[in-house]
């Protein structure tokens, strides 16, 4: 965990200095990268300024660093949560790889809602049509010929499990995790998504429709997913560890999603990775392993190292302006 005052540097020696670095570490496969090497190689710094740092090492044990920022996610209509994570792409070639859909020539681009020839003509793939309203918000409305299921007649009859694709966009995460039981990658992502509290969610629920926090979070499963093991690591049994580097990821969820949050990192460290996450709230902050302190205000008079080490040693650190707000909170 990282704590300190906003300014204090945190995401410029997190996000600008150490997720470059290492990253160029696993790409030159060096166990030590001295700053000096890193700016001549990636010409971090001027000519004659100071080297960023004076060496790493260790971060060639990484398979990549997957940093979860606070950009917001898409907000077009037909951004749904299956296509933010990538998953329905794959759902789309399961259905196309079906005996029935070979028989009819179909690809997987026929069953994507965003193309002419497997999408609902009438509501053009949206599953609902908008209403102009004179002086008044426009509003939507299910499109009758497809009921919301954003596909035509011709796809209704391709099933799996006595469910065609526009039915199957129509599943919770909780429920897909079942239905898609047979295929890993699929359930570990709807796992992941259960495991953040997210399981309620559709997999073809529009994007504007979810609020800030479910926003969040789903950005977050997305950024883990792209860390889960390949097929080919899973059969060699290989565990691959990755570096997440996470900013302020409880910004917009309650107490209870704090939980469910703590819970997935905890997860993430129990399965060899590593995890930095640049935080204020106070319940995340109880739960580090490691806590790097920077201060001890922001701005120009900011940037200092106050404290690196376990949590109990930042309790008793006089200089800290997280200490005395932490210690209540841990008091019994």
């Known amino acids: 965990m990282v704590a300190g005052p906003s300014g204090a540097g945190k995401s410029t020696l997190f996000r600008d200095v150490l997720h470059p670095a290492v990253t160029h570490a696993i790409a030159a496969k060096k166990s030590?990268?001295?700053?000096?090497?890193?700016?001549?190689?990636?010409?971090?710094?001027?000519?004659?300024?100071?080297?960023?740092?004076?060496?790493?090492?260790?971060?060639?044990?990484?398979?990549?660093?997957?940093?979860?920022?606070?950009?917001?996610?898409?907000?077009?209509?037909?951004?749904?949560?299956?296509?933010?994570?990538?998953?329905?792409?794959?759902?789309?070639?399961?259905?196309?790889?079906?005996?029935?859909?070979?028989?009819?020539?179909?690809?997987?681009?026929?069953?994507?809602?965003?193309?002419?020839?497997?999408?609902?003509?009438?509501?053009?793939?949206?599953?609902?049509?908008?209403?102009?309203?004179?002086?008044?918000?426009?509003?939507?409305?299910?499109?009758?010929?497809?009921?919301?299921?954003?596909?035509?007649?011709?796809l209704a009859d391709i099933t799996w499990k006595g469910k065609s694709i526009g039915q199957?966009?129509?599943?919770?995460?909780?429920?897909?995790?079942?239905?898609?039981?047979?295929?890993?990658?699929?359930?570990?992502?709807?796992?992941?998504?259960?495991?953040?509290?997210?399981?309620?969610?559709?997999?073809?629920?529009?994007?504007?429709?979810?609020s800030g926090g479910e926003a969040q979070r789903l950005k977050l499963v997305t950024e883990l997913s792209g860390g889960l093991a390949s097929y080919r690591e899973r059969s060699r049994g290989e565990r691959p560890r990755n570096l997440y580097l996470l900013e302020e990821p409880t910004i917009g969820l309650h107490l209870s999603d704090c939980e469910r949050l703590i819970r997935v990192l905890h997860s993430l460290v129990e399965q060899g990775h590593s995890v930095v996450v640049i935080e204020h709230h106070l319940d995340l902050l109880a739960e580090a392993d490691y806590i790097i302190e920077l201060g001890p205000v922001g701005g120009p008079d900011g940037g200092e190292l106050l404290y690196q080490g376990e949590l109990a040693g930042l309790l008793k650190n006089k200089r800290s302006p997280t200490a005395p707000y932490l210690s209540a909170k841990l008091k019994p």
Do not use: W
């Open 32 to 154: 030590k990268l001295t700053g000096r090497d890193f700016a001549t190689a990636t010409a971090f710094s001027a000519e004659g300024a100071p080297t960023p740092f004076k060496a790493l090492t260790g971060a060639d044990i990484f398979r990549s660093v997957v940093e979860v920022d606070q950009s917001p996610i898409g907000k077009t209509p037909r951004s749904t949560p299956a296509t933010y994570l990538g998953i329905f792409d794959l759902i789309r070639q399961f259905f196309a790889a079906l005996p029935e859909a070979k028989i009819r020539g179909y690809t997987a681009a026929r069953f994507s809602f965003n193309t002419t020839g497997g999408r609902c003509p009438a509501c053009e793939g949206a599953g609902r049509i908008k209403l102009e309203m004179a002086f008044m918000p426009n509003t939507y409305l299910p499109c009758d010929d497809c009921r919301g299921l954003r596909y035509g007649p011709d």
């Open 168 to 210: 199957v966009l129509q599943l919770t995460f909780e429920e897909a995790a079942t239905f898609f039981d047979f295929h890993s990658q699929l359930s570990q992502v709807c796992q992941l998504m259960i495991d953040c509290g997210l399981g309620y969610l559709t997999l073809g629920q529009s994007s504007p429709t979810l």
